[in-house]
């Protein structure tokens, strides 16, 4: 029989299931029919695809804790290496580890929120099906994308970021990322997602009932909103207690991680009343020395080495002999303790080492953000001054053609030898191409420069040669270096491989130390050790686990920043064989003028090492995409504007810094700070005028 409805239980009916969307929007069924009272509109259920996400978010976030409870006990098992998630047995580790994935399940949760939303804008089947395949390739990707980060913690304790992919080369990777890209991690990448995949497919298809009753409880806004509210709250309780102080990414999702590293902003806090005057940022200021020598040696020769940090060298204070051969030089010239280079990677090392001015400071590296910014290259200026101009790198095209800029910012320019195998230096070699080739290595190189010295002699030379050998990943050429484990970090206790990497790091630089040697004997023999002064520096230093840290490029602590300064000149004797003068790479080719009596680039923006004036005045300013850091005195203060937080250090009763003094003197952070802020803001201006200067 016929049902007539009056027109108020119509808009009754219509209230009640507009009242059912606002709580659930998200379930499938259609407006019910007019019906007979007798008759009750059919119970909200989600559909079958919301189910099938729901599946596919758990599988994926149930991967993400698989993989970071690996990460845990393969790389955060040692209470030497912080921070250290695996004491108090199975469970508590577990524990831990699950609220470290905190952020990843909140992660995993909002996207299930957009996807669900999503399904509810509209009913055709097409969308329906299109939202579905969105989700599981994005899924897929994201699980790809964990395997791959998986492998970089292993290698570096930190997932990717902007700035991480940007010093890798992009997508292009340098010679020592593609040496980690293992058929192994290939594998995982590929077999991960895949795995994952099949097995949500099979139990979401087996028990799709299950699925869709737990969504019905689940998929729903208010649910989702208090899901994710308390996941976040949890993962930032977690950041707080195990990593309060550390540089770690663990308890982060890695895909926010590289959302948020784009978008990295650079404050300062509160610095209210907080004026320093720009003093020694500005170009066209060398203070050079007076009366320091008689006669003035005139060749050049500098030597750069990769990633060697100072305190891996003998004659910097460490117990393995490493540099043995530097060793018995150092009564010819000056080896300095105190000195830094002002970042902790080599594409941002390369404008004060070529061309001594300092990078703009919210990028990775001047020439990467522009790439025609005017390097006031140093061998442009010395060609002015008459001498012959030569440039040695090893390693390869990966580590120059095809890393970044490296070569078109700094080499293509100024040098009579550089890197054109036409050149006729290159012409009378066996193998003219044999530079670009990734067997190109240190000893060739070495000999290449001898050869140099020997072709240039009777004219004034400038040679740079910088190697590659003590890059990782590091080979083991059978050197017989005696090695004691107990002079090793304390976090490779029980890490084999990590262990035999640091042995093989120690053996190149022992290599390097005896190219060296043999190299300034060859001057000597040829009689021209009085008359050339070798510098030898690193462009940056290399973690070893200290601070929670491998490899370099993610922190400002003295084992990513500072590094071994040797000059070595008879001439220079005098002035004894160790100095203490705080100095930074930005002083390099204002100490090497001042000693050989040359005028400077009123562009440079150092000052002589050898300059007569208060050390108090001495300071060596660094930085890195996500910190910037000051040396003064005994102190060094580093802001992490990432984190918002102070770091000082006494480096010279602490040279481990391992306590934190900020918060004991927050007066000098303030005013540490302040000059941070200054010398970013100049750098800026200094930018934008050399540019428009560039572009007229």
């Given amino acids: 029989m016929t049902t007539l409805y009056t027109p108020g239980a119509r808009l009754s009916e219509t209230l009640a299931r507009g009242g059912r969307k606002l709580w659930d929007p998200f379930c499938d069924d259609a407006p019910a029919p007019v019906a007979a009272p007798a008759k009750q509109p059919p119970v909200n259920q989600p559909s079958a695809a919301h189910g099938e996400l729901l599946s596919l978010t758990f599988a994926v976030c149930t991967v993400f ?4 409870v690996l990460v845990a006990f393969r790389d955060l098992d040692s209470p030497e290496l912080p921070p250290y998630l695996g004491s108090g047995g199975l469970l508590p580790t577990l524990g831990r580890v699950w609220a470290c994935c ?183 200021d060398p203070r050079p020395s007076v009366g320091l020598l008689n006669e003035r040696p005139k060749n050049i020769v500098l030597i750069v080495l990769e990633s060697a940090g100072a305190r891996y060298f003998s004659t910097n204070g460490y117990s393995i002999e490493t540099t043995p051969h530097l060793a018995k030089l150092r009564d010819k010239g000056i080896v300095y303790d105190n000195f830094y280079a002002t970042a902790n990677h080599t594409i941002a090392s390369g404008m004060p080492l070529f061309g ?57 320019q100024g040098f009579d030898v550089g890197r054109d195998p036409n050149a006729p230096f290159w012409q009378a070699h066996p193998d003219p191409s044999a530079f670009l080739k990734r067997s190109y290595m240190d000893a060739e190189m070495f000999v290449d420069g001898k050869r140099f010295v020997r072709e240039s002699k009777g004219k004034k030379f400038y040679l740079m040669m910088w190697n590659y050998d003590t890059h990782s990943p590091y080979f083991d050429g059978g050197d017989d270096l005696p090695l004691d484990n107990s002079a090793f ?63 370099h490029g ?12 040797f000059v070595l000149c008879p001439r220079l004797a005098h002035l004894g064989p160790r100095d203490a003068t705080i100095g930074s790479h930005i002083d390099v080719w204002p100490t090497l003028m001042d000693i050989c009596d040359l005028p400077v680039n009123p562009l440079w923006q150092g000052r002589s090492l050898l300059g007569d004036f208060p050390s108090k005045e001495r300071r060596a300013y660094f930085f890195h995409r996500g910190e910037l850091g000051v040396r003064e005195g005994k102190f060094k203060y580093i802001w992490d504007y990432q984190a918002q937080r102070d770091l000082l250090f006494d480096v010279q009763n602490d040279p481990g810094e391992t306590e934190n003094l900020a918060t004991y003197d927050a007066a000098f952070c303030k005013r540490q700070r302040a000059r941070l802020r200054d010398w970013k803001d100049y750098q800026e201006e200094l930018t934008k005028e050399r540019l428009k200067k560039a572009a007229r």
């Fill in 65 to 68: 804790f698989l993989t970071k």
């Fill in 102 to 284: 905190a952020e990843d399940f909140a992660v995993g949760l909002g996207c299930l929120l957009v996807a669900a939303l999503a399904l509810a804008l509209w009913a055709s089947v097409w969308y329906r099906r299109g939202v579905r395949l969105l989700a599981h390739v994005a899924g897929v990707a994201a699980l790809a994308y964990m395997a791959a980060n998986a492998q970089l913690f292993h290698v570096m304790r930190r997932f990717l970021t902007v700035t991480l992919f940007q010093l890798g080369g992009g997508f292009l990777p340098e010679r020592s990322v593609q040496e980690y890209v293992t058929p192994t991690l290939l594998l995982a990448v590929v077999l991960v997602p895949l795995l994952t995949l099949a097995a949500h497919l099979a139990w979401s298809a087996a028990f799709s009932r299950f699925w869709r009753r737990a969504a019905s409880f689940i998929c729903r806004p208010l649910v989702l909103f208090v899901l994710i509210l308390s996941m976040g709250a949890t993962a930032h309780a977690a950041r707080k207690t195990w990593f309060a102080d550390l540089n770690s990414d663990f308890a982060e999702n890695p895909h926010l991680l590289l959302v948020r590293s784009y978008f990295l902003v650079m404050p300062f806090g509160d610095l209210d009343g907080e004026d320093i005057a720009v003093d020694d940022f500005q170009p066209g």
């Fill in 356 to 412: 001594s001015t300092y990078n703009e400071l919210n990028t990775i590296a001047t020439v990467v953000k522009h790439t025609e910014f005017p390097v006031p290259d140093a061998q442009s200026w010395l060609k002015r001054q008459g001498y012959q101009t030569c440039f040695l790198g090893s390693g390869g095209q990966m580590a120059w053609e095809k890393y970044r800029n490296m070569s078109d910012a700094f080499v293509q």
């Fill in 489 to 551: 970090p304390a976090a490779l206790d029980g890490d084999a491989e990590r262990t035999d990497e640091f042995r093989a790091f120690l053996r190149s630089i022992h290599r390097v130390d005896a190219l060296i040697g043999d190299f300034y004997r060859d001057l000597e023999e040829q009689g021209l050790a009085n008359d050339t002064v070798v510098m030898i520096t690193s462009d940056h230093g290399e973690a070893w686990g200290q601070h929670g840290i491998f490899f």
């Fill in 554 to 565: 993610e922190s400002l602590y003295d084992e990513e920043v500072r590094v071994p300064l």
